[in-house]
């Protein structure tokens, strides 16, 4: 990969390199896809059931295969070609989408076949997660590689703001979800294609044979850096507690009082807050404290997570939302960054792995702990009270990682 003549290092200038601009248009299909069909399966679930604890089972179907598979996806994207392993992923999600078209053309009024598809998907992205972290940095040279994180994260953001959005407007045109995971399933088979213009040559990894020591490497590696294990455990707990997306659907229905175009909005509002927080990071990285930076950014995220669960007013509410994802991007950032600076290229896909269950166990098990917490205590209680755990995570954490809480600078990553 060569760097382009006379061309700055910060900024936009990642984006000069092909491969990583083929891997970028890809990642927002994908994103955008997956957002627009999680908006459309949320409606639909609350609509057949009219249950907050079916939303929580949805995230509970997609994380199970998570918790099951992470350690043999890793070692999979630690042996296989990565941009192989990507096509297929991306092409799997389509047929996922696929299927759930087939369900909603049929006007299917139970859940059980919806709930067999997301443990699909969650199949999916058990394995696409390792793949997609791991070929990040074989698409942006190492003297590029801070700002290609901070890009990276902007494109996931921006498929966040308008995913959610247009699937809310597609649902409610179209008077169904079929129309959403139609679009969702074209998304997903146009990513396929567009990965397979990506040029890169990885490095040659060691092959080692598929042994109990060699797919535990990931784990005992991240349990060895303790800088490491405390900011993608901070982030943990605090999402998984502090985590409202799940609940949106009662939210948008029984208390802004608003239809499948406001949850979309509503769904948006944090990717756009983190989406202008990634891009200010991307033109000024952070220089220094980086660890006590994060930690005051996620309490943030708490304060804003209680405000969000107070608030009956929809302006209110999508404020709140918004903050709350700027606030959670700057974890978002330095913890990608921690990972993928420190650790070896052939331990990339296990780490990374490790790193997934951590991302899935605060997003789609705390979309079923939020859903069995407001089935017991309420919907408002459940988002309150999650936003006062995060803080109290935050502090604990502050205390029981010294290492993080003194982090200064973030290095880049070398070739």
Not at 46 to 69: C, E, H, N, V, W
Not at 77 to 93: P, Q, T
Not at 373 to 389: F, K, N, R, S
């Amino acid at each position: 990969m060569s760097e382009p003549e006379n061309s700055p290092r910060g900024g936009a200038a990642v984006f000069r390199f092909a491969s990583f601009r083929h891997y970028e248009m890809a990642r927002l299909l994908i994103v955008l896809s997956t957002e627009m069909q999680s908006v459309a399966v949320g409606w639909q679930l609350y609509d057949i059931t009219k249950r907050p604890m079916s939303l929580g089972f949805a995230g509970l179907a997609q994380f199970l295969p998570l918790i099951l598979l992470f350690l043999v996806s890793g070692h999979v994207a630690d042996r296989m070609d990565r941009k192989r392993m990507l096509m297929v992923c991306y092409a799997a999600f389509a047929v996922c989408s696929g299927l759930l078209f087939v369900l909603g053309a049929r006007g299917i009024r139970t859940a059980g076949p919806i709930y067999a598809v997301l443990v699909l998907v969650g199949v999916v992205r058990a394995f696409n997660g390792p793949a997609v972290r791991a070929l990040l940095p074989h698409v942006a040279p190492g003297e590029y590689f801070a700002s290609a994180v901070a890009w990276n994260a902007t494109v996931f953001q921006a498929a966040t703001i308008l995913g959610p959005a247009l699937g809310g407007l597609i649902y409610a045109f179209a008077r169904g979800p079929a129309a959403v995971y139609a679009t969702a399933m074209c998304g997903g088979c146009a990513a396929a294609a567009i990965v397979a213009g990506i040029s890169v040559r990885e490095r040659v990894r060691e092959t080692q044979p598929a042994t109990w020591q060699t797919v535990m490497a990931g784990l005992r590696f991240i349990h060895r850096e303790k800088l490491i294990l405390g900011s993608i455990s901070l982030d943990l707990f605090a999402v998984l507690l502090g985590g409202a997306v799940a609940l949106l659907p009662v939210y948008a229905r029984e208390i802004l009082k608003t239809g499948p175009w406001g949850l979309g909005l509503l769904r948006s509002a944090p990717g756009l807050g983190a989406a202008v927080m990634a891009v200010l990071l991307a033109y000024r990285p952070l220089r220094r404290r980086a660890g006590a930076t994060m930690l005051w950014c996620v309490a943030a995220f708490g304060v804003f997570t209680i405000v969000f669960g107070l608030s009956r007013n929809i302006a209110v509410s999508m404020a709140a939302l918004v903050l709350v994802g700027a606030a959670d991007m700057v974890s978002v950032v330095i913890r990608a960054t921690l990972v993928q600076v420190g650790t070896p290229d052939a331990m990339r896909g296990r780490v990374n792995a490790v790193d997934m269950i951590f991302v899935g166990a605060s997003n789609e098990f705390g979309e079923f702990e939020s859903g069995i917490t407001a089935q017991w205590l309420g919907t408002v209680p459940a988002v309150v009270l999650g936003g006062i755990g995060a803080i109290l995570v935050t502090a604990l954490w502050a205390w029981k990682f010294p290492d993080l809480r003194r982090a200064d600078r973030l290095a880049n990553l070398e070739d």
